[in-house]
């Protein structure tokens, strides 16, 4: 039997490890445009502003290193069509299959704007992607990111840190609208602010300035002088090739039931590509993460494999690390739940992350959200240790502790890496003095 899985993503090359770690005898072959795989994407950033020494040490294995496991990967071949159980591949070979993974990903939104075709435009999603910025960054003095999320984010304080002029425009009258609400928000760009970095919010970008190559932006009718732009304004799910297929597309992208099995027999789908429910609201959404791709992934793997396993509604847990500043978010912000007439109650709490007394500890910031006596979700900003409190937050909120349980839970307790008084339950009791 043959398995063919369209797409190298963390998706697409889990599914296939997985699938070969509960069937031997399967014959399977991923199928990508990419000409690298198996690298992160979510470290793109790190290697621009230096961290990451370069663009090599994110590739964690080869196609070769997949032959080794009987994983076929051919690479630069784009999947044109897929019909009677077969595949067509862009150099005309159609290959028929048993089973189907369409892990075909997400695209960056460029939106309609002018000038968008000049030289030193750039998108942030590949390798290739990453490579052309740091080479053409060489000869910059300034340059503007659009979009604040936590790409656009993560790439404008490595500019800085490179030594280049940075400012930032974003149509949401906050960054990281997505999952941080407005106050925590601010936060976060006071902090980049004090770096140095500009920002314009509220106000999208009109033009950008050039004649052969970028000169400038246009924004709410005044110039500004860039030599370089970076498109970071989202991502939007790839479906062309699941419509082909005749598979069922939703609102947000190709329709599957909780085995990750869409519409059509023995095709499955993953990552960015798909429609999940939400945990909180029960509707349907995106979850653009690694870490959903890599869950989702080794579903389908053992679906295919046999093992009928489900995959849970998602709460999108979010962390992002810029510069200094751990950021992150999970579940509903009290701006979503203003939005859905959802009551909430808040508690928020600034803290330190080691007794006050021993050297090195920083703020920390904890928000949380409760619904019903129950966290339904949470944002957290500090200097350390804030992605094990986002998940701890996770598992709480998926196994519905109230917030009563929150506050005089068990926590491990040493001066050099916490405070007596978990920051978290602080949080939590301030809920209850509300009720």
């Known amino acids: 039997m043959r398995t063919i899985i369209i797409g190298s993503g963390a998706a697409g090359l889990t599914a296939a490890s997985t699938l070969r770690g509960y069937n031997e005898e399967m014959e399977i072959i991923v199928v990508t445009k990419d000409k690298y795989i198996a690298y992160s994407p979510c470290a793109i950033p790190y290697v621009i502003e230096g961290t990451i020494k370069s663009f090599e040490d994110i590739i964690m294995r080869t196609p070769e290193d997949y032959k080794k496991r009987g994983i076929d990967v051919l690479?630069?071949?784009e999947a044109k069509d897929v019909r009677d159980n077969k595949v067509e591949l862009s150099s005309g070979e159609k290959i028929e299959f048993d089973y189907l993974v369409l892990a075909t990903g997400s695209s960056?939104?460029?939106p309609p704007i002018e000038g968008r075709e000049l030289e030193g435009v750039f998108k942030v999603k590949s390798l290739e992607d990453g490579k052309k910025i740091l080479e053409y960054m060489k000869n910059c003095e300034k340059v503007a990111v659009i979009g604040a999320g936590a790409i656009g984010l993560e790439m404008a304080y490595a500019f800085k840190k490179r030594g280049l002029d940075v400012l930032v425009v974003e149509m949401a009258p906050q960054v990281l609208p997505r999952f941080l609400d407005p106050d925590m928000a601010e936060v976060v760009k006071n902090y980049l602010e004090s770096l140095g970095i500009k920002f314009i919010l509220s106000k999208p970008l009109e033009k950008i300035l050039g004649k052969d190559k970028v000169e400038g932006i246009l924004v709410d009718g005044q110039t500004y002088d860039v030599d370089m732009v970076i498109l970071a304004t989202g991502v939007r799910p790839n479906i062309e090739l699941a419509k082909k297929a005749g598979c069922k597309i939703g609102k947000y992208g190709i329709e599957v039931d909780e085995y990750l099995r869409t519409s059509v027999k023995n095709i499955y789908a993953a990552g960015d590509c798909v429609e999940v429910i939400d945990m909180i609201t029960?509707?349907?959404?995106?979850s653009p993460f690694g870490s959903t791709a890599v869950r989702q992934g080794r579903v389908v793997g053992k679906n295919i494999?046999?093992?009928?396993?489900t995959f849970p509604?998602?709460?999108n847990a979010a962390i992002s690390k810029i510069g200094e500043l751990e950021v992150g978010g999970v579940g509903l912000t009290a701006v979503a739940a203003n939005l859905k007439r959802i009551p909430i109650n808040i508690g928020k709490v600034k803290a330190l992350s080691r007794a006050r007394y021993y050297p090195g500890g920083r703020e920390l910031i904890i928000k949380l959200v409760a619904k019903d006596n129950l966290v339904v979700g949470g944002q957290i900003i500090g200097y350390e240790r804030v992605a094990e409190r986002i998940d701890l937050?996770?598992?709480a909120i998926t196994k519905k502790?109230?917030?009563?349980?929150?506050?005089?839970?068990?926590?491990?307790y040493a001066p050099p890496v916490?405070?007596?008084?978990?920051?978290?339950?602080?949080?939590?009791?301030?809920?209850?003095?509300?009720?």
């Open 418 to 435: 916490k405070m007596v008084k978990e920051p978290i339950s602080l949080a939590a009791e301030k809920i209850l003095k509300q009720e």
């Open 401 to 412: 502790v109230s917030i009563k349980e929150l506050s005089t839970m068990e926590f491990c």
């Open 108 to 110: 960056p939104f460029i």
């Open 282 to 286: 029960g509707e349907k959404t995106l």
């Open 393 to 395: 937050l996770s598992v």
């Open 313 to 315: 509604p998602v709460l």
């Open 75 to 77: 690479t630069e071949t």
């Open 305 to 309: 494999a046999g093992l009928k396993e």
